[in-house]
């Protein structure tokens, strides 16, 4: 009994090429859906700010009485540093005066700040952790990553 070795090297190639057929498409299978969960959590992702301010109005919006005047800068840094034991490293002042500041402090130690919402006018302050819909968004943001 003689092999043809033509017939061998066929019989070998179209095996070669079942299997990296095979291969091709499970590894393309795993990696739409990679793609797809990392699309589909950043398209969810990208209205984080947005649905969070919808969900915590009372926070974002305030009504300040009449003739009530927001406390200074400086006041207001003070009294965020001191409460929450940290260093203010940013603050963001919208142009509406209806609407609450945003401030970042950094704690010792702490290579991220923690952001907050606080009420110019009266120094209430909220961790943006705290915030309804957060926590949904965070863990958006880790499947995403």
Known sequence: ???NITEFRNYVWRLFR???KKLHLWLGVASALVLTVVSLSGTIYVFNSEVVEIL????YVLQPS???QPLSHEELINRVAESVNGQVASISVPDDRSRAWS???RQEGQRRGTFYLVNQYSGEL???SE???QSFFSWVLRLHR
Do not use: A
């Not at 915590?56 to 926070?59: A, E, V, Y």
């Open 126 to 128: 909220t961790p943006q």
């Open 131 to 133: 915030l309804r819909g």
């Open 1 to 3: 009994m003689s092999v």
């Open 18 to 20: 079942q299997m990296f």
């Open 66 to 68: 009449n003739g009530i």
């Open 56 to 59: 915590n109005r009372d926070k």
């Open 103 to 105: 401030l970042m402090v």
